[in-house]
């Protein structure tokens, strides 16, 4: 579902070259004419055989014949009315937006400004960040895909706050992410590229949807209730996210132990690597790629540990990131389809 959008693109490209998988079934969420495939993505032209050549509208019935797994990449408020249906179909579901994130639908509505209709739903949900949280994922019939913006934020920060290495109330989350975070279809003025082009922007401060996603997260984990601050940016790049955390570091907390911490948590990570002492994350060394790539240094000036990560938010962010989980609900490699290397530069 959504395979008009930037992140139904890259779910077709990273699907198409996946050895276990049969793309059965090319969705869109407005009920338009049918159109081709090539039409909507050109870049998938000639590239993928025994792809749908049509993207129809969405009927549960159908795609229950047809698929094992649906991906729902559309903006949150849509997976609500379809994740039912396709679930009593018999169908796996992996929701790309915000809908089954959030476990307190009063929480929800308070973010986004809507009714969640599917209440229900949220207990069964796993959250999809199997960096964090694996085994659930093995058994679950409903995923909610994490945000871009909350797997940079979580990676970076996961370790510090599980070994309570950090002020828990310290934390300040400065991100900065393409132009393609805001989907396909937001053709509106601040998206044009005379607008982004040399120029970077706050926006969402103090109200950006995701804050209280990371919120939960990182809550969850810590045992007690985080708070961050959290800003985003626009910049004027297509695609990647750098995430630079700022915490105060609990007394005599060491490097050592901050270290200990980040190989306890992902030495066994396939798509985070830590970088080495001094060398920090950049966007352009993760585009294309389902990699996250961590780095961190110390204040001492300040007492504050400074922790940065660095993705790809269509893939590691979203596509790539949803293809992993699909790998673990269906017992498949988890690297299966997705060793793709970073594009450089």
Not at 277 to 285: D, N, R
Not at 290 to 316: E, M, P, Y
Request: glycine share 8%.
């Amino acid at each position: 579902m959504g395979a008009a959008g930037y992140v139904g693109g890259e779910l077709i490209r990273i699907l198409g070259s996946h050895p276990q998988v049969d793309i059965t079934a090319l969705s869109r969420v407005r009920a338009e004419e049918e159109q081709s495939l090539t039409e909507l993505q050109p870049q998938l032209r000639n590239a993928l055989a025994n792809l749908p050549e049509r993207v129809v509208g969405f009927d549960a019935h159908r795609l229950g014949e047809l698929c094992e797994v649906v991906f729902i990449a559309a903006p949150h408020g849509q997976a609500m009315s379809m994740a039912p249906l396709l679930l009593a179909e018999g169908v796996k579901v992996i929701d790309m937006g915000a809908d089954f994130r959030l476990r307190d639908p009063l929480v929800y509505e308070q973010w986004y400004k809507l009714q969640h209709t599917e209440t229900r739903l949220l207990a069964e949900a796993v959250y999809g960040l199997p960096e964090i949280r694996r085994e659930p994922l093995r058994t679950a019939r409903l995923v909610a895909n994490p945000g871009c913006y909350p797997t940079s934020a979580v990676i970076a920060l996961a370790p510090l706050v599980e070994a309570k290495l950090i002020d828990l109330t310290s934390i300040i989350i400065d991100s900065k992410s393409g132009v393609s975070g805001a989907g396909r279809s937001k053709l509106t003025l601040e998206y044009l590229f005379t607008e982004v082009t040399n120029d970077c922007k706050a926006y969402g401060v103090a109200s950006h949807r995701h804050t209280p996603e990371i919120e939960q997260v990182l809550s969850e984990l810590a045992g007690d209730p985080v708070t961050v601050s959290f800003t985003p940016h626009l910049l004027p790049i297509a695609r990647g996210i750098l995430t630079t955390t700022y915490s105060l570091l609990k007394p005599g907390v060491s490097e050592e132990q901050i270290d200990e911490a980040y190989k306890r948590r992902y030495a066994q990570e396939p798509f985070v690597r830590l970088l080495p002492k001094g060398v920090l994350p950049q966007i352009k060394h993760v585009i294309g790629s389902n990699f996250c790539d961590v780095g961190w240094k110390i204040d001492q000036r300040t007492n504050r540990l400074i922790a940065i990560s660095a993705l790809d938010n269509l893939v590691k962010g979203a596509a790539g990131l949803a293809v992993q989980n699909m790998n673990i609900l269906f017992g498949l490699p988890e690297t299966a389809g997705l060793q793709s290397l970073p594009l450089y530069p």
